[in-house]
């Protein structure tokens, strides 16, 4: 495997995990006032649309990175809707 | 050009541009206490990483999507650390 591919799979995990804490941030101290709702519904859209491009071009690191990444996104967005 | 491609661009847009509403807020408001600052540091290394990656594999699309991202994001951590 090159190095560059390498940077491709810590980028797209970096991208992916970054979300975790948010959802911890949230889940722990149920505070999601500054958080912009607006922001993680256009982001929902959007990583689900490159989960279903991902899953059409069988491209599995697209595919997976984006699938996980829905996950934690779907996350915040409930957290926010619950907690205002 | 094909739906998927179309999609594609689509899923880029949102990814790219949902950060927008967040740094408006925050840059309004002044309020940034609910955000994690772990998650966008682990971003925007990724998000730069990312960049890297579409420069040198000169994939167009991805660097200008990720490029934009950057700038988002990078404000995003500059309005949290400004305003805890």
């Given at each position: 495997?090159?190095?560059?591919?390498v940077m491709?799979?810590?980028?797209?995990?970096?991208?992916?995990a970054?979300?975790?804490?948010q959802v911890?941030?949230?889940?722990?101290?149920?505070?999601t006032?500054?958080?912009?709702?607006?922001?993680?519904?256009?982001?929902?859209t959007?990583?689900?649309?490159w989960?279903?491009?991902?899953?059409?071009?069988?491209?599995?690191?697209?595919?997976?990175?984006?699938?996980?990444?829905?996950?934690?996104?779907?996350?915040?967005?409930?957290?926010?809707?619950?907690?205002?």
């Amino acid at each position: 495997m090159s190095w560059i591919t390498v940077m491709g799979f810590v980028a797209g995990t970096c991208t992916t995990a970054a979300f975790l804490p948010q959802v911890a941030k949230m889940f722990l101290t149920k505070k999601t006032q500054d958080i912009s709702l607006f922001m993680y519904i256009i982001l929902a859209t959007g990583v689900l649309l490159w989960t279903i491009y991902g899953f059409i071009n069988e491209d599995i690191p697209l595919l997976l990175a984006n699938g996980i990444t829905l996950v934690f996104v779907c996350s915040i967005l409930v957290l926010k809707l619950r907690h205002g």
